[in-house]
């Protein structure tokens, strides 16, 4: 079945950092990659759609400039959190859509929990 | 607007059989898929109907109704190892759309 590697699964870093985090389908390519913010105990909040060659597509609310992403080729997408701070922290997840599976072929990372001190 | 909703919670024992409901309304819908996360966890993919009726996959089947919004996610025989959460995520445009997400706790 589609696979899709996130890393790194966890990172600490300091408050005005940046963080890079990778998603890559291992198996298949992937026009469309898709990154979901998680707190505790709440839902997965979709933040932007990530396309192969073109710019993002961010939901309503979410800050372009500080959540930049690249999606450079067909097995990778990155989200970079720019001047990170406390409220920063919490669980990011991509997914990758394996057009193979129709609607089904939804696939998601392991997720990385971000902690900005 | 979007709107999902679901159960906060459900417990049960094992062995029981236990349904979680959802009621959605959004545009651009594709078709409902129904995910299960445990605690720090990947949501894993366990059903999708892309037309009303139910789908059977082992223990765990889905049913849809479109014209009512509407559709719920059956968990048969449960195990311990159920414990967790479920989300039912209906495909607007293309793109999954999370709800609140039930915790399933299943108790001996």
């Known amino acids: 079945g589609a696979v899709v590697s996130q890393h790194p699964s966890w990172v600490i870093c300091k408050s005005g950092t940046s963080v890079k985090i990778e998603c890559r389908s291992l198996?298949?390519?992937?026009?469309?990659m898709f990154w979901y913010r998680q707190f505790p105990k709440q839902s997965l909040m979709l933040m932007a759609t990530s396309n192969e060659g073109s710019k993002a597509t961010y939901e309503q609310g979410v800050e372009k400039d500080k959540f930049l992403i690249n999606h450079a080729s067909l097995t990778l997408s990155t989200l970079t959190v720019t001047s990170a701070h406390p409220e920063d922290s919490s669980f990011y997840i991509c997914?990758?859509?394996?057009?193979?599976?129709?609607?089904?072929?939804?696939?998601f990372g392991s997720g990385t929990r971000l902690t900005v001190v | 607007g979007q709107s999902l909703e679901q159960p906060s919670e459900v417990t049960a024992v094992e062995g029981a059989i236990v349904q979680i409901n959802c009621t959605y309304q959004t545009s651009g819908f594709y078709g409902l898929s129904w995910y299960q996360q445990h605690d720090g966890g990947a949501p894993t993919f366990l059903s999708y109907?892309?037309?009303?009726g139910l789908e059977e996959t082992g223990r765990f089947s889905s049913f849809l109704s479109r014209s009512d919004s509407y559709g719920y996610l059956l968990l048969q025989e449960l195990q311990m190892k159920d414990s967790a959460s479920y989300f039912c995520a209906p495909n607007s445009w293309g793109k999954l759309q999370f709800g609140a997400g039930t915790q399933v706790v299943v108790t001996p």
């Open positions: 198996d298949f390519q992937a026009t469309t």
């Open positions: 997914s990758a859509r394996d057009l193979r599976q129709g609607n089904y072929g939804y696939t």
């Open positions: 109907n892309a037309l009303d």
